[in-house]
T-cell receptor, first 113, second 112 residues
Framework: GAVVSQHPSWVICKSGTSVKIECRSL??????MFWYRQFPKQSLMLMAT?????????EQGVEKDKFLINHASLTLSTLTVTSAHPEDSSFYIC?????????FGPGTRLTVL | GEDVEQSLFLSVREGDSSVINCTYT??????LYWYKQEPGAGLQLLTY?????DMKQDQRLTVLLNKKDKHLSLRIADTQTGDSAIYFC????????????FGTGTRLQVFP
C-alpha cells in the first residue's frame, strides 16, 4: 500500500520559534495533499489543502500567515508553524489522496513550551 | 450540514464482536470510510463502502450502510486486544471530492 512519511515525529520548541514539518509521499505523486490538526481526544480537522505550484487553500479559521504551506514537488509538502505558541501544540497529520481515499502520514506531535 | 457523530467509547471482551456506529447528516456522501488510529500514530484505512452499497465484508470487518437513516456501522468479529484503538468514520461528499469529513471518533477498548 501507499506509504507517507512525516518528519519529525515529535518536536518540542520554545514559544515564538518556528517549526517546519515535512510530509513525503513515497509511493505515488499528487498535485494536491492535505494537512490536518488533531487536538487531544478530538477528531481530525482539515487545516488546508496544499496545491503543487500554487497557493494553499485554507479552511475557515486557519491563519494562512501562521501556517505556511509549501508544496515543493509532487511528493513533498511542508507545513511551517511560524511564531509558535502553546495553543499551537497539537498532532499534525498530512495525507495524500489516491484513487478513492487518502493515505495518512504517521503524524507529528508539536509541543510548544 | 456536515456533522458526523460517533459514540465516544466502547469496551468489549476479547473474542466478542464489536459494533461501532456512526451517523451523518449530509446525504451527499459518495464514499464512507473507517479509519483506525493507534496511540500517537496516524490513521490507517481499514475499509470503505460506496454509497450505493448496503454492506461490505472484509475478513473480520463488516460495514453496514443505511442510507435512509444516514447510519454507518463497523462490526469487528472476534475482537482482539490489538484492535484497541480509536476508530473514525469519514465521508466524502460528491460536491467536494477533496474533503474528508471525519466523525468524532470512538475509542475501543478490548479486555481479556
Amino acid at each position: 500500500g501507499a506509504v507517507v512519511s512525516q518528519h519529525p515525529s515529535w518536536v518540542i520548541c520554545k514559544s515564538g520559534t518556528s517549526v517546519k514539518i515535512e510530509c513525503r509521499s513515497l509511493d505515488f505523486q499528487a498535485t494536491t495533499m492535505f494537512w490536518y490538526r488533531q487536538f487531544p481526544k478530538q477528531s481530525l480537522m482539515l487545516m488546508a489543502t496544499s496545491n503543487e505550484g500554487s497557493k494553499a487553500t485554507y479552511e475557515q479559521g486557519v491563519e494562512k500567515d501562521k501556517f505556511l504551506i509549501n508544496h515543493a514537488s509532487l511528493t513533498l509538502s511542508t507545513l511551517t508553524v511560524t511564531s509558535a505558541h502553546p495553543e499551537d501544540s497539537s498532532f499534525y497529520i498530512c495525507s495524500w489522496p489516491s484513487t478513492d481515499t487518502q493515505y495518512f502520514g504517521p503524524g507529528t506531535r508539536l509541543t510548544v513550551l | 450540514g456536515e456533522d458526523v457523530e460517533q459514540s465516544l467509547f466502547l469496551s468489549v471482551r476479547e473474542g466478542d464482536s464489536s459494533v461501532i456506529n456512526c451517523t451523518y447528516t449530509d446525504s451527499s456522501s459518495t464514499y464512507l470510510y473507517w479509519y483506525k488510529q493507534e496511540p500517537g500514530a496516524g490513521l490507517q484505512l481499514l475499509t470503505y463502502i460506496f454509497s450505493n452499497m448496503d454492506m461490505k465484508q472484509d475478513q473480520r470487518l463488516t460495514v453496514l450502510l443505511n442510507k435512509k437513516d444516514k447510519h454507518l456501522s463497523l462490526r469487528i468479529a472476534d475482537t482482539q486486544t490489538g484492535d484497541s484503538a480509536i476508530y473514525f468514520c469519514a465521508e466524502i461528499l460528491y460536491y467536494n471530492t477533496d474533503k474528508l469529513i471525519f466523525g468524532t471518533g470512538t475509542r475501543l477498548q478490548v479486555f481479556p
